[in-house]
């Protein structure tokens, strides 16, 4: 049973004061609303890429040449190493400065240790090469890039953990939303 205003005649129901209603909250539930569809959208983009990408490998697979004569080998190979160096000094310099951006240079560096480890022994099978780019991989390469990966994924737990904020008072819960 809904309650009425003081007319009787007049039978419209009253606002609920024991719920207000408040902007924020429901600007905050639109928000929400709008970055769970771009989340969706994203992983479906994701999925869908992901897909795509499997009859492309296959294709890949079954018409590259199985060797191939490259004209701008050391061009490649400078290039990137040059990309290499940039996210490592990115990295060294961020992680200076205690910036929390660090993660995103630290992450790229540890997929491109991955990459680097992956075709220096792959280019080198079959030659006397393949012993010193698979030592360099499994003792260097790839080492490296596991402890960032460890880190980064330390720093993402650690910046995404709730911490109670300055002005809750003592003895209060702070469920780390903020608006």
Known sequence: ?????????????CEDVSRPVRPALAARAGRDALLERRRRHTLELLAVSALGLIPWT???GVTLPS????????????????LLLTALGATAVLGMRRHRAVVLPALATAV???????????????T??????????????????????HRVRLLLRSQWTPQP???????AVDTGARP
Do not use: K, N
């Open 1 to 13: 049973m809904s309650r009425t205003t003081q007319d009787p005649a007049r039978t419209v129901p």
């Open 67 to 82: 060797d191939y004569r490259v004209h701008a080998w050391r061009t490649t190979w400078v290039g990137f190493d040059i």
């Open 112 to 126: 491109l240790l991955v990459c680097d480890a992956w075709f220096d022994v792959s280019l080198a099978l079959g």
């Open 128 to 149: 006397s090469a393949v012993w010193m780019s698979a030592a360099l991989a499994v003792f260097v390469e790839l080492p490296m890039a596991a402890f960032l990966f």
């Open 165 to 171: 904020s300055p002005d809750t008072a003592p003895g």
């Open 58 to 60: 296959v294709i890949l």
